[in-house]
Nanobody, 125 residues
Framework: QVQLVESGGGLVQAGGSLRLSCAASGRTFSNFAMGWFRQAPGKERVLVAGISRSGAGTYYVDSVKGRFTISRDNAQNTVHLQMNSLKLEDTAVYYC??????????????????WGQGTQVTVSS
């Protein structure tokens, strides 16, 4: 079972930036797509960014395109989410997730095998 530990959340003003990191245990990290989900209060958890095993393919939900960048380092077993130009509506708990072996570039069928514990991102005005 892969264990995922997120870091990097916090409080930031609108227009600011944060970088989330996720460290994964185990030797199979590079065998799976990875993703970042978020869940705002009273809303469902949604996939905001995904990255393929090699890092060559990515997916972004429309609301973050051009502002967020997902990346991974298979040698370090880490995945990152760089978030720029943050908006109030980006406020949520962000979760790192281990995905399927193949990333669908439309974000569909992202079956989660493991979740991180979540990290709070709060954007203030």
């Amino acid at each position: 079972q892969v264990q995922l530990v997120e870091s990097g959340g916090g409080l930031v003003q609108a227009g600011g930036s944060l970088r989330l990191s996720c460290a994964a245990s185990g030797r199979t990290f590079s065998n799976f797509a990875m993703g970042w989900f978020r869940q705002a209060p009273g809303k469902e958890r949604v996939l905001v960014a995904g990255i393929s095993r090699s890092g060559a393919g990515t997916y972004y939900v429309d609301s973050v395109k051009g502002r967020f960048t997902i990346s991974r380092d298979n040698a370090q077993n880490t995945v990152h989410l760089q978030m720029n130009s943050l908006k109030l509506e980006d406020t949520a708990v962000y979760y790192c997730a281990k995905g399927p072996p193949v990333l669908e570039l439309d974000g569909s069928r992202f079956v989660v095998g493991s979740w991180g514990q979540g990290t709070q991102v709060t954007v203030s005005s």
